[in-house]
């Protein structure tokens, strides 16, 4: 007698429920369910908290959470917006040109449908050239508790892309990502 | 009445009932098939859809973006919205829409040209991924709806002569 109830309970237990923003743990946890290296949390400005870490590759990967407050009864801070950063650098200016037409145009899938931005970051003589891939999402009123490390293995599929031509243009990128340049 | 033996009975019934256990089982996120599923969504919350050659989605204040979804056979996995500028010839607008992507992660800038005119597109793509809520999806909206006076006006600031050709033209129409 008690089976059906038992089945539907669980069912109803499978059901994940959204989540309306990410504590540091959560933005923690995207990124080691990303296999990235070298988690980091940033504490240099307590206005917007980071957590930073590298690709295997030597990207440098950040989130910044966004939006914040404490909401009792919950002692954690927990935030809104979640700005998802992946930067690859480049050894030369025309190389992160190559990487930003790469992706406008070959990219998969296309970029429009992952709410990407993809940014230049040009050498200035102090800082080399690189290419700035980010998203920022949005909790308000609901979203499914994996949508974030999902968003981040976007972002990876992305930078991984570019990985092998890179490479193949200039194998100095190799040395300049592990930062032994 | 005895409890023992009716309430049971009673909860199986609803289990039983296809209308009640689907909407048990069924979970809180957003699905659509096809992008009409998206536009009701839209229009079941106080905007309007109409096609001109472009989508648009027009907000209860008469404000109009340009709406796309993204998908293939299997359903719709995102949808983007891009509010439209005519700047003319500017180039400072140009500047300053590439500036305003850099200091704001909340949008994306494109461009398109031709010899006549050049418009300058403020987008945000909501990709489903996982799951979003309904809500979560107007919020969504409801951002680049808000980011549009900002957008605007940081572009104005930037060329008197394009705030000129905006405005003053809205004044010759009055």
């Not at chain 1, 290296?37 to 966004?66: E, H, K, Q, Y």
């Not at chain 2, 709406?67 to 293939?72: A, E, I, K, R, S």
């Not at chain 2, 980011?147 to 010759?172: K, M, Q, R, T, V």
Request: contains cysteine; negative net charge.
């Amino acid at each position: 007698m008690m089976f059906p109830l038992t089945a539907a309970a669980a069912a109803i237990v499978q059901a994940v429920s959204p989540v309306h923003g990410w504590t540091e743990a959560d933005v923690l946890s995207a990124l080691n369910d990303a296999n990235v290296s070298n988690v980091a949390i940033d504490t240099a400005d307590p206005n917007l908290p980071s957590v930073g870490a590298r690709t295997a590759d030597g990207f440098p990967v950040s989130i910044v959470r966004m939006a914040c407050q404490v909401m009792p009864p919950r002692p954690e801070t927990i935030c809104k917006g979640a700005w998802i950063i992946i930067v690859i650098p480049a050894t030369e200016q025309r190389f992160a040109n190559i990487i930003i037409a790469s992706l406008e145009r070959q990219a998969q899938p296309p970029l429009g449908v992952n709410g990407l931005l993809e940014e230049m970051m040009r050498e200035d003589g102090s800082t080399t050239a690189a290419v700035a891939l980010s998203s920022y999402l949005v909790a308000d009123d609901g979203i499914h508790p994996g949508l974030l490390s999902y968003s981040v293995n976007s972002l990876l599929g992305y930078a991984n892309q570019t990985r092998e031509f890179m490479l193949s243009d200039d194998p100095a990128h190799a040395a300049l990502w592990s930062g032994d340049d | 009445m005895n409890f023992s033996t009716t309430l049971p009975a009673i909860i199986l019934i609803v289990i039983a009932h296809p209308t009640a256990a689907a909407q048990q089982s069924r979970p809180p996120y957003f699905e659509a098939r096809q992008s009409s599923d998206v536009h009701a969504l839209l229009e079941r919350n106080g905007y309007r859809v109409e096609q001109d050659g472009i989508l648009w989605l027009i907000a209860p204040d008469n404000t109009r973006v340009q709406l796309n979804t993204f998908g293939n056979q299997a359903g719709i996995s995102g949808l983007r919205v891009s509010a439209w500028f005519s700047i003319g010839q500017s180039s400072a607008a140009i500047e300053q829409a590439l500036y305003y992507e850099r200091t704001n992660p909340l949008a994306s800038v494109a461009f398109y040209f031709t010899d006549e005119f050049r418009t300058v597109q403020l987008q945000r793509d909501i990709e489903f991924g996982p799951g979003r809520t309904e809500a979560n999806i107007l919020a969504n909206v409801r951002l680049l709806f808000g980011l549009i006076p900002h957008f605007e006006a940081s572009l104005a600031e930037s060329d008197p002569e394009l705030a000129a050709f905006w405005y003053g033209a809205e004044e010759n129409d009055q």
